[in-house]
């Protein structure tokens, strides 16, 4: 068979996909492919030959909705044909025939990249016909990050079937200034970083999401400080005065009318306004217009909670209702400009509790988003799925309680349901901080196994997970589990746990997997605050028990390590220098937990110490681990002995 690759029908993600199927089986075979664009397929045509299912005449489980992703791969005498039923599945099924003949990518970026020596790419006989278990696979920005950090995880995410990414708010500012301009590492000096810089970036990112064909999301919080005339992104308190005009439009909370803690975006405003209603809806239809590259649009309220409007107007009505009556504010002008935008709005905090009057008209247009930020991550929702024990507590204005219960959390859910039987999905955080809680990860990927394969049964069609960009440290199973599972959510958890650890470890994986499924056992009792409620004694003996034995465990890890460090290259080499890191991490981490424990006068200055290590790490270590958020989270330890922690980072 000739070695060419043809493209049917010219489409920008169907070209990339042949530049990167010409670009590895170069790097592979040492031969470069050529490319051609050609009009149609017939059984003569030699080659790969890539395309929309339709066009290549083979049939697709997904014809009925091609916005849902499947993949064909099908060899015949003279050709493969490398077939999607939209074009980023398209790009999947050539990742997904590189991945079937050795290629991997076993963490973002190019220290991840596998490529194996192939002579003939024709010789393998591959077929495989596929559709994604669940239509929203979302990334979402969080913690510190370089534009490097992010190209790397949309390029990862795209080889492993992810098909969204989530910028929040315009340009996610905050989340560039933590990497270039904030850092907290004194050891390395950050740069004021512009708003023209800024827009660069994202401008770049942009073009990396597009050309990948993957969808587009923006915004979230931030349209509360926008309605007022403030357009500001990030959690930070504000030098910027309310408008004298605008006074009266803030949430009056404690009968004053100022921003909440000082943060315009964590500030509601007195939706019982006309006008207040009038400016958020408005806003929200400009930006949809003046942004079509945007797929999807999120509207949410002001960030925190117990941060409504008191005022006598306001106090009659929940929160929920004024939201819903803005949602349909906004479809009606949109449908009005023929604009077919979807948005996104948000089940979280305050809005748990659904409306008691209004309800959404146009459902076609709007997506759930279900948040339940402060669940509990010791346990998944499989066990909860028929769970109706709990009822939903009386709304309270500003007097709330949030449940950390899992079956508590379904019970709003469930709620909302009743009166939106829409497209929906679930928001949620398992790699922003609770991968720091479980540091060896292996419990914490069991439950996001479990959320993700129950997800159809709470009626949910995906997961958008709120994250790091940077999670391979001390290893890539999180990423692996949480893609895989989307895909397929058939695919079991020890099937994932084995290919991630034998193609990032080699021949000793079995010792790798089988160490941090130890270790995260041990933590257990760490996993979650120890002073913060009720002081469980038995669980901090067991915890100082399990840290004498986790040094054990970690003294033998280290022969481990060094033995496949002199044997080891390429990606699998990295993987195994991460693991020499994590040694020496833990080696201060666990007398840092042991005065955690014992709250004694010098568990500061261990934390420190361990600070300090991360730090002066950092440099080898950022590509796989968000030093900023992990030493953020760490501080909680030193935080929740003095009394100042709060419920999450």
Not at 214 to 228: K, Q
Not at 293 to 310: G, K, P, R, T, Y
Not at 339 to 348: A, E, M, S, T
Not at 408 to 416: E, G, K, S, V
Request: with cysteine.
């Amino acid at each position: 068979m000739e070695a060419a690759i043809n493209v049917v029908r010219k489409n920008r993600t169907l070209e990339f996909a042949a530049e990167e199927l010409s670009r590895y089986l170069q790097l592979s075979t040492g031969r470069k492919i050529p490319t051609f664009n050609i009009n149609c397929v017939n059984e003569s045509t030699h080659g790969f030959i890539l395309g929309l299912c339709h066009d290549l005449g083979v049939d697709c489980p997904a014809k009925a909705n091609l916005e849902k992703d499947c993949i064909c791969i099908k060899r015949s005498q003279n050709h493969y044909l490398l077939g999607g039923s939209n074009p980023r599945s398209v790009l999947y099924a050539t990742y997904r025939y590189l991945r079937e003949i050795g290629f991997r990518w076993i963490r973002p970026g190019n220290m991840g990249e596998i490529i194996p020596k192939v002579e003939n790419p024709f010789e393998t006989n591959i077929n495989i016909t596929e559709t994604a278990s669940y239509h929203y696979r979302t990334i979402c920005i969080e913690g510190a990050c370089s534009y490097n950090h992010v190209r790397d995880i949309i390029d990862w995410g795209a080889k492993h079937g992810i098909n969204g990414y989530f910028l929040q708010f315009d340009l996610g500012t905050p989340f560039w200034k933590r990497w270039y301009e904030d850092t907290n590492n004194p050891y390395r000096k950050g740069s004021r970083l512009s708003k023209k810089e800024i827009e660069t970036i994202v401008n770049k990112i942009t073009d990396e999401i597009i050309k990948r064909g993957l969808r587009f999301e923006r915004m979230g919080h931030s349209w509360t400080a926008r309605a007022i005339g403030i357009n500001i992104e990030g959690w930070k308190p504000t030098e910027h005065d309310i408008p004298i005009e605008k006074k009266e439009w803030i949430a009056k909370v404690k009968s004053k009318r100022e921003f909440f803690g000082g943060v315009p975006i964590n500030t509601n405003l007195c939706y019982s306004n006309p006008k207040v209603r009038e400016a958020m809806t408005s806003s929200i239809v400009a930006y949809v217009s003046e942004h079509p590259d945007v797929d999807i649009i999120h509207f949410w309220l002001a960030d925190d909670s117990n941060n409504h409007c008191e005022c006598e107007k306001c106090q009659g009505t929940r929160p929920s209702d004024f939201y819903i009556e803005m949602l349909n504010e906004v479809d009606r002008k949109l449908s009005s400009m023929k604009i077919d935008k979807r948005i996104v709005f948000l089940i979280y905090f305050d809005l748990f509790w659904p409306p008691l009057k209004k309800r959404i008209k146009n459902k076609k247009r709007f997506i759930l988003m279900f948040a339940p930020i402060t669940r509990s991550y010791k346990h998944s929702f499989s066990n909860y799925i028929s769970c109706d024990s709990h009822h939903i507590p009386r709304y309270r204005r500003n007097r709330l309680k949030y449940p950390s219960d899992i079956g508590a959390n379904l019970q709003y859910l469930r709620a909302w349901q009743e009166i939106f039987d829409g497209d929906g999905f679930l928001f949620d955080y398992h790699l922003l901080w609770p991968l720091y809680y479980d540091i060896n990860q292996f419990s914490l990927a069991r439950i996001i196994h479990e959320d993700i394969q129950s997800l159809c049964k709470l009626k949910l069609d995906g997961f958008s997970s709120c994250q790091n960009q940077r999670v391979s440290f001390p290893h890539n199973l999180l990423l692996n589990v949480m893609a895989e599972t989307l895909w397929n959510k058939e695919e079991s958890f020890e099937e994932i746990v084995n290919s991630t650890f034998s193609d990032s470890y080699g021949k000793n994986w079995k010792k790798v997997a089988e160490h941090f499924d130890k270790m995260s056992h041990l933590w257990e009792p760490l996993f979650e605050p120890v002073f913060n409620h009720k002081i469980d004694l038995k669980k901090i003996e067991k915890g100082k028990r399990n840290l004498k034995e986790m040094e054990r465990i970690i003294n033998n890890f280290k022969q481990v390590v060094a033995e496949n460090l002199k044997i080891s290259n390429g990606a699998v080499l990295w993987s195994w220098k991460y693991l020499e890191k994590y040694n020496e991490l833990m080696t201060l981490l666990l007398p840092a937990f042991e005065s955690y424990l014992d709250r004694s006068l010098d568990c500061k200055k261990k934390f420190d110490e361990v600070f300090d290590f991360l730090w002066r790490s950092e440099e080898e270590l950022h590509p796989a681990l968000d030093v900023w958020m992990f030493v953020k989270v760490l501080r909680r330890r030193v935080d929740e002995i003095e009394g100042k922690a709060r419920l999450q980072p």
